[in-house]
């Protein structure tokens, strides 16, 4: 099994399960899941990028939200679920496959359910709603992750687009103004003291690793469109070993081929090669040449609040 299941995979595993008629933990329900559909260690401890929660962990929750709705399970206190007696005959009736459009046709408190999500995120002008349709194996947190993912990957491509098209100066001090903004230099009167060393579209130059200065860091830019050739990191490298400092950044608007990041790791120094992919996400997630267009906050009840009333 290469990939974890979708949750509507889940939900029959999920029921028979808890036809033990014992209360569940989310933890114990999600272990027994993963036991059940045999996932490897690596699909277990899987995480989104927020890496805030696992996915299988989030798609138990989904899991269960559907299976209370069509009232097949109950939650009698926070973070616990029980099969009810629904879910029980549901079993005994030996189904094939339990998932949303099942639970849709099956049980009116769904239908209602789903019917309602559906007209409270519709809109005049829409023709689609947003929310997942039945046949979808994805919940609705996992299609803003995916949607999220996709305009980051176009942002940093228009990134990119925009930097080859300004003049070599506007690279020079996008670079000063992205090492700034990750902590290095102090100040940017300080960097523009050691950086500026221009040439070939890039700068060349020294930019202090901390805002004390106790150490330097050698900095390459290059703007490129093709790869970096492999001569151009032994140059760097060769440098760098002229140098008090063992420690240098090469960044391109390009790629570096597989032997440049074999070549780095055999030398007797440190040095960081970050191509233009790398390059527009430390952008973006230093906010540099971007700005917030949209943000939506997630919210999920405190359970700790009404407990403590």
Known sequence: MNEIPGYQEMMLPVLKILADGKEHTLQQLTCEVADWLQLTEEQRTKSYSSGKQTIITHRTIWVSIYLDKAKLISKPKR??????????????????????????????????????????????????????????ERTPEEDIEDNYKFLRQNLAAELLEQIKAKPPGFFERLVVDLLLKMGYGGSHQDAGKVVGKSGDGGIDGLINEDKLGLDTIYIQAKRYDNPVPISHIRDFAGTLSGKKTKKGIFITTSSFPQTA??????IDGRIVLIDGEQLAELMIDNDLGVTTHYSYDIKRIDSDYFEDL
């Open 261 to 266: 990041y074999e070549f780095v790791k055999t």
């Open 79 to 136: 973070g616990v679920m029980v099969i009810t007696n629904e879910g029980k005959t549901l079993l005994q009736s030996s189904p094939e496959t339990i998932d949303v459009a099942f639970l849709k046709d099956t049980y009116p408190e769904m239908a209602t359910w789903l019917k309602d999500r559906v007209k409270s995120n519709d809109t005049k002008n829409s023709k689609e709603s947003p929310i997942p349709r039945p046949n979808t």
